[in-house]
């Protein structure tokens, strides 16, 4: 499957659709990250109570951001206790990119972030105009995997220029300055 999916068709298709229904990983990357809600059995809740669901069930969950979420996000993460130990986050200053892997069987790439406005999950007067591609083709799913597997092994950290805004990869860092040689950037 390769299909083209905008606005609210993106919350209805990755957001309550198939981010739910993961059964061993589930990897996020977007810019921006807000207290998002969602629907969940005829009721909203925070995004975070349904990545809960997911750890209490033993899903791996990886979520890449740019920027730290703000106090809202911070309240709602600290009622999920075990979002604690079993949601592996990393932060890079650099991240821009936006998609959702779901068991490497499903992926979604576009241009919304996690936020309430980017997924379409807001009224049609308060949301972005988003589109993106959700495929189920092994190849493309790889491709998106690879790109974000890159960021979070630190594969870009050796050269990045805002090294002083990230200290996720500093061991990453010390260990390959130490392997270059004199004269090397």
């Excluded at 905008?6 to 810019?31: H, M, N, Q, S």
């Excluded at 241009?111 to 308060?126: F, Y």
């Excluded at 979070?152 to 061991?171: I, V, Y």
Aim: hydrophobic share 35%; glycine share 8%; charged share 30%.
């Amino acid at each position: 499957m390769l299909k083209f999916v905008t606005d609210r068709e993106i919350y209805e298709e990755v957001i309550c659709g198939a981010i739910p229904k993961a059964k061993r990983l589930l990897w996020l990357a977007t810019a921006d990250l807000k207290d998002l809600h969602v629907h969940k059995q005829g009721k909203m809740v925070p995004l975070l109570e349904v990545l809960s669901d997911l750890v209490h069930r033993n899903v791996e969950i990886r979520l890449l951001h740019a920027k730290e979420p703000g106090p809202a996000f911070r309240r709602d993460f600290d009622r999920y206790r075990s979002l604690a130990q079993g949601l592996e986050r990393m932060l890079c200053p650099r991240v821009h990119l936006k998609c959702v892997v779901v068991d490497a069987e499903f992926a979604y790439t576009g241009s919304a972030n996690l936020t309430g406005a980017g997924v379409g999950a807001k009224s049609t007067r308060r949301r972005n105009f988003e589109s993106g591609i959700l495929t189920t083709e092994p190849a493309l799913i790889g491709e998106v995997m690879e790109q974000f597997d890159g960021i979070w092994r630190g594969s870009h950290c050796p050269d990045c220029d805002r090294k002083e805004f990230c200290d996720e990869h500093a061991g990453i860092l010390s260990a390959r300055r130490r392997e270059r040689r004199p004269g090397e950037r």
